[in-house]
């Protein structure tokens, strides 16, 4: 497996799913592709509302209390990938790879760069001219920052990763300081290239390029992530 890996993908769509299962999930399938037990991931799905403050959060870039987010029904976690404080919830395409970096000559910039290529391609895909800006964080159209990348690796295996707003509800956005960006705006896909599409549409350009981008041929869709978790590893127990 290990010779293949670069070409092997297992491909699982979440659907619209809570975070703390999906990030518990991610972090299974790391420990099984740190054990060479399954080839590369890619998850892709939509979060129920939530705020995630990563390892260089700054605490005043969440604007409200924790006890207003539960009473707006927002979970909030601080997790480890690397960033700031963002917003994930319904509206947005999210994918998450799990991948063996040391297949890639462990070069964590590199990789980053590559998901920002993917982030662009599916945006000019859509008809808009995407890009990154100099300083900051995330992708960028018309000095709107639609979307936010963030990752982390353990063992050399890496989980986390990209968002792409498609039609999210602004009004989410001003509970916090995205990414702790303040002078440029959040924007939507919706909003920007006034076509209404949805999360899942984009998700799936999303996975194909990022299929393009990595070089992957072999791609496995998997329909029960949770049997597919089971089946690879050596306890039964799977919550």
Same mark, same amino acid.
């Given at each position: 497996?290990?010779?293949?890996?670069?070409? &092997?993908?297992?491909?699982?769509?979440?659907?619209?799913?809570?975070?703390?299962?999906?990030?518990?999930?991610?972090?299974?399938?790391?420990?099984?592709?740190?054990?060479?037990?399954?080839? /590369?991931?890619?998850? $892709?799905?939509?979060?129920?509302?939530?705020?995630?403050?990563?390892? *260089?959060?700054? #605490?005043? =870039?969440?604007?409200?209390?924790?006890?207003?987010?539960?009473?707006?029904?927002?979970e909030l976690f601080e997790i480890?990938?690397?960033?700031?404080?963002?917003?994930? *919830? +319904?509206? &947005?395409?999210?994918?998450?790879?799990?991948?063996?970096? #040391?297949?890639?000559?462990?070069?964590?910039?590199?990789?980053?760069?590559?998901?920002?290529?993917?982030?662009? &391609?599916?945006? !000019?895909?859509?008809?808009? %001219?995407?890009?990154? %800006? !100099?300083?900051?964080?995330?992708?960028?159209?018309?000095?709107?920052?639609?979307?936010?990348?963030?990752?982390?690796? @353990?063992?050399?295996?890496?989980?986390?990763?990209?968002?792409? =707003? $498609?039609?999210?509800?602004?009004?989410?956005?001003?509970?916090?300081? +995205?990414?702790?960006?303040?002078?440029?705006?959040?924007? @939507?896909?919706? !909003?920007?290239?006034?076509?209404?599409l949805s999360a899942d549409f984009v998700g799936n350009?999303?996975?194909?390029?990022?299929?393009?981008?990595?070089?992957? =041929?072999?791609?496995?869709?998997?329909?029960?992530?949770? /049997?597919?978790?089971?089946?690879?590893?050596?306890?039964? &127990?799977?919550?």
């Amino acid at each position: 497996m290990q010779g293949s890996a670069l070409k &092997q993908l297992i491909h699982a769509n979440l659907g619209r799913a809570k975070y703390e299962p999906t990030w518990n999930i991610q972090k299974k399938l790391v420990d099984l592709r740190y054990l060479f037990k399954i080839p /590369d991931c890619l998850l $892709v799905c939509e979060h129920y509302p939530v705020i995630t403050m990563g390892r *260089g959060t700054e #605490k005043g =870039n969440l604007l409200v209390s924790e006890e207003s987010l539960r009473e707006k029904g927002i979970e909030l976690f601080e997790i480890e990938r690397g960033g700031d404080i963002t917003f994930h *919830g +319904p509206g &947005q395409a999210v994918i998450y790879p799990i991948i063996n970096l #040391k297949d890639r000559n462990g070069d964590v910039h590199k990789y980053l760069r590559d998901l920002e290529r993917v982030a662009v &391609q599916t945006l !000019e895909d859509i008809g808009l %001219k995407a890009g990154i %800006k !100099e300083g900051l964080t995330g992708i960028w159209v018309d000095d709107h920052k639609v979307g936010a990348i963030g990752i982390a690796v @353990s063992r050399w295996i890496t989980y986390h990763g990209l968002a792409l =707003n $498609v039609s999210t509800d602004p009004d989410y956005f001003e509970l916090i300081n +995205p990414c702790g960006i303040t002078e440029f705006p959040v924007g @939507s896909i919706t !909003e920007l290239s006034g076509q209404e599409l949805s999360a899942d549409f984009v998700g799936n350009l999303l996975v194909e390029n990022f299929v393009d981008e990595f070089g992957y =041929n072999n791609i496995e869709r998997v329909e029960n992530l949770s /049997d597919y978790i089971k089946k690879h590893s050596d306890s039964t &127990q799977f919550d």
